[in-house]
């Protein structure tokens, strides 16, 4: 089965101090692993997709690397507007479409 | 683009009645997807349409849950006697037809909150 788990589960930074959110996953064969931003009251918003370990992709503040077991979202120079919840997910070859969600990191910055 | 759309954003409804929610995908997009989400968790796979076939469904999926997509565009989530642990945020998402190339970039509704009393 796969397994998603996110640590830690709630970051708080002041602005412009810069950290890491660490996923670590379990599944099958890896098809992709894919990090999604969630605001209060809405539905996660994509931000990245990784495929093969080694590759890095960026966005603004924002910079997501993968391992063979890890990902790592790293946060620099947080903003207040960076505050919300970070999550990630694997998608297996097997498994069709389903995306296996870990729980969150719940991020919040500082003025 | 107007993104997915759910309705209704919330419903509150009593232990033991069936409830039904709507979700309009992107409209070019082929792909739509359930999801749900309970506080403090991430989202939970339901099921998922390509077009107007039901390809896959959660093992964990009750049999008091139905979805339907008609036509392949709009789809409604159906939960019939519903209990109070079905308490949850569920979500639609909406991905465009990829053909072979793996692109799971999911775009999601604001989803609708239920409370079950």
């Known amino acids: 089965e796969d397994q998603v788990t996110q640590s830690p589960e709630a970051l708080r930074l002041q602005e412009g101090e810069s950290s890491s959110l660490n996923c670590s996953y379990t599944?099958?064969?890896?098809?992709?692993l894919f990090w999604y931003r969630q605001d209060p009251g809405k539905g996660p918003e994509f931000l990245f997709t990784?495929?093969?370990a080694g590759e890095e992709k960026e966005k603004e503040r924002l910079k997501a690397t993968l391992t063979k077991k890890e990902s790592f979202l790293h946060i620099t120079a947080p903003k207040p507007e960076d505050s919300a919840t970070y999550l990630c997910?694997?998608?297996?070859?097997?498994?069709?479409?389903?995306?296996?969600f870990g729980s969150g990191t719940q991020l919040t910055v500082l003025p | 683009d107007t993104g997915v759309s759910q309705n209704p954003r919330h419903k509150i409804t009593k232990r033991g009645q069936n409830v039904t929610f709507r979700c309009d995908p992107i409209?070019?997009?082929?792909?739509l997807y359930w999801y749900r989400q309970t506080l403090g968790q991430g989202p939970e796979f339901l099921t998922y349409f390509q077009n107007e076939a039901q390809l896959e469904k959660s093992r964990l999926l009750s049999d008091r849950f139905s979805a339907e997509r008609p036509k392949g565009s709009f789809s409604t989530l159906e939960i019939q006697r519903t209990e109070q642990g079905d308490s949850a945020m569920y979500l639609c998402a909406s991905s465009p037809h990829g053909g072979r190339v793996t692109n799971e970039k999911l775009f999601f509704g604001s989803g609708t909150q239920l409370s079950v009393l």
């Open positions: 990784l495929y093969s």
């Open positions: 997910a694997v998608q297996a070859y097997g498994s069709a479409r389903q995306l296996t």
């Open positions: 599944v099958s064969g890896l098809r992709g």
């Open positions: 409209s070019e997009h082929n792909r």
